[in-house]
């Protein structure tokens, strides 16, 4: 006991900790047809259940509560309350991947205890999956696996020290004469470094297309992009609920997964304006965070083998420090988070990609091919991506990242 409670304490203090995480997430492989348990449950816990139909059962136990609700993906539901004073709710049924869901007692916003946690809208939230018949690409194959690396580093900008998370494809530690180029992934609106591993799987969609020999390896560098005060935190307010979304509805704006946390930044919208600046993120990304990590990893440290590209908040990033610093990235990256018009960028030759994406269900997904036609009539290289029957959630950023990797550094 006391040597576990060592190296939990070494790892919570230590400025380099390495963690070898390929456990955590959620790999089984259910049918869609068989009612299961959520594999984020924690061990013997049967709720919530995954319904044959994709409809989700929660329970919850509060027996001197006076009104319990289970809120999916930011709306709230009312549960019904039996006489052992465990409250049940069956939802309707839900899209394919990955959910954020909490409870709320008596207006107070509660986990559950039965599931693991994660975190989202700004504080941690509970998780459940839907199987998706074609989500064998984001699950734990029996093929090379890479290591994803907790590390920290201090910034002179933030004047802080920074959590970093840090990918590095299988055989990084055996071929050591090898050097890589280096995907910086950013999260969104009340993420933070933590969520592209937790929910977005992107060690294991990476190991997988490595496998495949779809994809040149690569390191992936995840960092929160908040610094100082302009970055507003919270929970935010739950989205009134109109009656049980359906499987295929759009669900209200203010509940998306990912979108800005300052009220009213309406992320999805093609072209929204963020209501805070990058200017400080850039500056710490390019006199901080990547001079630490090309020194302290095999980085190809030049510009044409450097990409970045982020969800929904942190493609507003992505953006915003890509196009003003071009000399250090040649690849970009949005997903569900705007366009890219060829007026903004002032020297094309260094752009090798503009990627741009969005989930079929979203504000966005009906021009983003339009402009990623404009941007190759004008010589820029560029590329879209619609997720099918998917909204502003995991699904879509999962196949939009492995959209991505597939055309990362090709030449």
């Known amino acids: 006991m006391k040597k576990t409670l060592f190296t939990v304490l070494l790892m919570v203090t230590s400025p380099c900790v390495v963690c070898f995480a390929q456990s955590g997430q959620a790999s089984n492989v259910f049918n869609a047809d068989t009612a299961h348990t959520s594999p984020y449950n924690l061990y013997g816990a049967k709720y919530p259940r995954i319904e044959a139909d994709s409809r989700v059962t929660f329970r919850f136990n509060a027996p001197n509560a006076q009104k319990v609700q289970v809120s999916i993906v930011n709306v709230p539901f009312d549960m019904v309350k039996g006489e052992n004073g465990v409250w049940t709710y069956t939802s309707e049924p839900q899209d394919k991947g990955y959910h954020n869901y909490w409870m709320i007692v008596d207006g107070t916003i509660v986990v559950d205890p039965a599931t693991n946690a994660f975190i989202g809208y700004s504080h941690m939230c509970n998780g459940f999956e839907i199987p998706d018949p074609d989500g064998d690409f984001y699950e734990l194959k029996d093929v090379p696996h890479g290591n994803v690396l907790i590390k920290n580093y201090l910034s002179k900008v933030a004047k802080s020290w920074r959590h970093i998370f840090v990918y590095t494809p299988p055989d990084y530690e055996k071929n050591t004469s090898a050097r890589y180029p280096v995907l910086y992934l950013q999260h969104g609106g009340g993420e933070d470094e933590r969520v592209w591993i937790e929910m977005g799987r992107t060690n294991l969609i990476l190991d997988n297309l490595i496998a495949e020999g779809k994809i040149k390896p690569f390191i992936v560098v995840m960092e929160t992009s908040a610094v100082g005060p302009q970055f507003p935190m919270g929970p935010r307010p739950a989205a009134p609920a109109a009656g049980a979304p359906a499987q295929g509805a759009q669900r209200p704006a203010a509940a998306a997964p990912g979108a800005p946390a300052a009220p ?39 510009q044409s083998h450097r990409a970045m590209s982020g969800l929904s908040m942190g493609a507003m990033c992505t953006k915003s420090v890509t196009l003003a610093h071009l000399d250090m990235f040649s690849y970009i990256g949005l997903f569900s988070g705007g366009t890219i018009a060829p007026a903004e960028i002032t020297d094309k030759s260094k752009v090798k990609l503009v990627f741009m994406s969005y989930g079929s269900r979203e504000r966005g997904s009906d021009g983003v091919k339009a402009a990623a036609d ?18 502003h959630e995991w699904q879509s950023w999962r196949r939009s990242l492995r959209e991505f990797a597939m055309l990362l550094f090709k030449d």
Do not use: E, H
């Open 264 to 302: 009213g930044a309406g992320a999805q919208a093609a072209g929204a304006r963020p209501r805070f600046s990058f200017d400080t993120y850039a500056q710490l990304m390019i006199n901080d965070m990547i001079p630490w990590v090309d020194k302290n990893f095999r980085t190809i440290p030049d």
């Open 374 to 391: 404009a941007l190759n009539q004008t010589g820029i290289k560029s590329a879209s991506y619609v997720s099918p029957l998917t909204a």
